[in-house]
């Protein structure tokens, strides 16, 4: 862990954070975290609203990105498993907050349907770079744009733009 840390600011910061990520440790000699096991994560955190969804995200990349930095920096981790592991992060965070945040709008607003009154749920397709898997692990920001037609059935029908409009921006 000492290697990785001095190699590592961004490493030794997230540690310096979270005590109970350090006392933890990383799993130096265990291989990334598989998808589940994310999930299970997710799962102990109360997710009851934007808030607790944002922390348990940031919790959830805090160990895993920890997890995977030591094993890289220690010469544990090939280049492949580093790039499976982000991707599937990068996953399970953006399939997570859809999962809630559709939920929370739903109940809100009523459920998103087409012209014919068929259900819509939000999907995200990435395009071009937007998981590890398609970078070369540098640092890069992409963005998903969120497009739909319709309207919500609830009482108060929105058009669906409206409807991804209100999803937080964050």
Not at 54 to 73: N, P, T
Not at 98 to 109: E, F, G, I, M, S
């Amino acid at each position: 862990m000492l290697h990785a840390t001095a190699c590592s600011p961004f490493l030794a910061r997230l540690l310096k954070k979270d005590a109970a990520l350090a006392a933890g440790g990383t799993g130096k000699s265990a291989p990334g975290l598989p998808v589940k096991r994310h999930a299970g994560i997710l799962a102990a955190q109360h997710i009851a609203d934007e808030a607790g969804l944002k922390r348990a995200l940031r919790l959830l990349r805090s160990q895993v990105m920890a997890r995977i930095i030591v094993r890289d920096l220690n010469g544990l981790a090939d280049l492949h498993e580093v790039m499976q592991t982000t991707s599937q992060l990068a996953e399970c965070a953006i399939n997570t907050a859809v999962d809630y945040l559709h939920a929370w709008l739903v109940a809100a607003y009523g459920q998103p349907v087409d012209a014919e009154g068929q259900q819509q749920r939000l999907i995200v397709i990435g395009m071009a770079s937007w998981a590890a898997a398609s970078l070369m692990f540098v640092r890069y920001r992409s963005d998903l744009c969120l497009c739909a037609e319709g309207e919500t059935s609830g009482q108060n029908p929105l058009a669906t733009r409206i409807f991804l409009h209100a999803w937080p921006k964050n």
